[in-house]
């Protein structure tokens, strides 16, 4: 019980110093609340992608553990505002009106 805790905060600390060397990569990042978003979703996906990575390749080393949930947190948040900005840059209106005649206007 005692070593999963200790896995668990591993994976946390590792994807929190992760994100936070991130953060360097991302100087557009002004606000304490971008900030704190960008280091938080780097913490939680390494706390579950480095889960998942461990298992698949079946790491059994405590450093390769560490070392993957840093790298997670890193990219992880990356890909989250990646992903973000692939979403607002979408015009989801114009994509419904594609989809479904029914709510174009009568002038298109």
């Known amino acids: 019980m005692l070593e999963k805790i200790k896995e668990s905060a591993d994976l946390l600390l590792a994807g929190f110093l992760g994100s936070v060397v991130g953060l360097y990569f991302y100087p557009e990042f002004k606000t304490k609340g971008q900030i704190l ?32 949930g840093f790298l997670i947190g890193i990219f992880g948040a990356s890909l989250v505002q990646a992903g973000k900005r692939a979403v607002d840059s979408l015009d989801l209106l114009e994509i419904l009106k594609a989809r479904f005649p029914f709510l174009r206007g009568k002038n298109e």
């Open 37 to 68: 978003r960008f280091v938080l979703s780097g913490s939680i996906i390494s706390y579950y992608g480095g889960r998942f990575i461990i298992a698949y390749y079946h790491l059994e080393s405590d450093a390769l553990s560490s070392f993957f």
